[in-house]
């Protein structure tokens, strides 16, 4: 199962019980499942530590909402 890198594209996820906006790092062509990160809540904290992106996790399918379903078709799909 090989991970299709990904940029550019932001889903919106339900993640630790928020809706946050995410950015999509890889996707699987198999499962249509996303790889995220996404910035932390207190960004000046973190550029301190030299975090930029500090979550990531895997999302499923039935998981995640493209913000823009069209340009996330075209780069997952082609």
């Known amino acids: 199962m090989r991970w299709k890198a990904i940029s550019g ?4 996820a339900n993640l630790d019980g928020k ?3 995410v950015f999509v790092t890889a996707w699987n062509p198999f499962t249509s499942a996303v790889k995220v990160a996404w910035p ?3 960004k ?10 500090i979550g990531q996790t895997e999302i499923a399918e039935a998981n995640y909402e493209p ?3 069209d340009a996330f078709r075209a780069a997952t799909r082609g």
């Open 9 to 12: 594209q932001l889903v919106v």
């Open 19 to 21: 809706v946050r906006r």
């Open 40 to 42: 932390p809540e207190n």
């Open 44 to 53: 000046a904290s973190a550029s301190r530590r030299g975090f930029s992106l």
């Open 67 to 69: 913000l823009d379903p």
